[in-house]
């Protein structure tokens, strides 16, 4: 298939996704989600019927970038959201206002997270070939810290990494796909669709997954406010996850009618294994924060302690 037949059938894909919700409650709980993979617990819940067992009505609020994510999140428009922990600690900056409940993904054996790729033009394959090349990114997110991060275990020096700030996750495919910049970093399923049409992978995360790693948040008050219909929450979520580990293949329909999948690796896309319930380590978020600070975004440090709570 041609790279603009893919991006023409993916940009169809992102634009015409419809996230339902829950109708038992007339306020119900609002998280925000990207269109990607690690959502697919809360449609699996919302299918099996466990948030409705558990008396609560739910909505998904659709986001194109994490900048508008974290926007509904000042805003007060949204209870939590999939995120990580960067966006956790600049939310609390000055005072805590979002919490981190558990681990959604992490990159394992296989299944990356996301992957540094080279457009099928530029000719780089390894990362040293990087250096001075500005890698497509969303600015500020995990997107650039484990870019940062792997690219730094790669061997290059800070200033031998460059990045463009590209948010829109169809975009940075179709940047790259067409050549218009030599590299970026993207998450799956889209990045196997990206090396499956001729974008050549440079490095995954699966190489250093202790940078990647994406969560679910809540907010502060939301927690204080609601925490049994959290519990309730994570509950189901976490039932969700169990089903979808135990039979990834039984949830196949489900995955390619809720998350972008492009068409070519529809079949051959293996759904990678949830993580199970638990937090971050305080050594990743030291790491954040280390990296918040080097990029001039932060200048205290917000308690670990406070940042998350274990519903």
Do not use: H
């Amino acid at each position: 298939m041609k790279k603009n037949t893919i991006i023409f059938l993916l940009s169809i894909l992102f634009t015409s996704m419809m996230f339902p919700s829950g109708q038992n409650e007339e306020q119900p709980l609002k998280i925000a989600f990207l269109p990607v993979l690690d959502s697919l617990p809360f449609y699996i819940a919302l299918e099996e019927g466990y948030f409705a067992e558990e008396g609560l009505a739910v909505q998904a609020i659709p986001v194109s970038s994490p900048v508008e994510r974290d926007q509904l999140m000042q805003a007060g428009e949204i209870d939590g959201m999939l995120n990580e922990l960067s966006s956790t600690a600049l939310f609390n900056r000055d005072e805590i206002q979002v919490q981190t409940v558990q681990i959604v993904r992490i990159a394992t054996g296989n299944s990356p997270v996301f992957r540094i790729l080279a457009s099928p033009q530029s000719g780089i394959t390894i990362p040293a070939e990087l250096a001075g090349i500005e890698i497509g990114v969303s600015k500020n997110s995990v997107i650039e810290y484990l870019t940062d991060r792997i690219l730094q275990k790669e061997g290059l020096s800070d200033n031998e990494i460059s990045v463009k700030s590209v948010p829109l996750i169809p975009e940075r495919f179709q940047l790259l796909m067409s050549g218009q910049i030599s590299a970026a970093t993207l998450p799956d399923p889209l990045a196997q669709a990206a090396v499956a049409a001729g974008a050549v992978e440079v490095i995954a995360d699966t190489a250093y997954p202790q940078y990647s790693v994406s969560v679910l948040s809540f907010s502060r008050k939301s927690i204080e406010e609601n925490r049994s219909a959290l519990n309730k929450f994570m509950k189901a979520w976490n039932k969700a996850v169990l089903l979808l580990n135990e039979d990834p293949d039984a949830y196949r329909a489900l995955f390619l009618e809720k998350i972008p999948v492009p068409p070519t690796i529809s079949d051959a896309f293996i759904i990678p294994p949830f993580a199970s319930p638990g937090l971050p380590g305080e050594e990743q978020w030291n790491d954040v924060l280390d990296w918040l600070e080097e990029k001039g975004l932060m200048s205290t440090r917000p308690s670990f302690d406070k940042s998350v709570d274990n519903l």
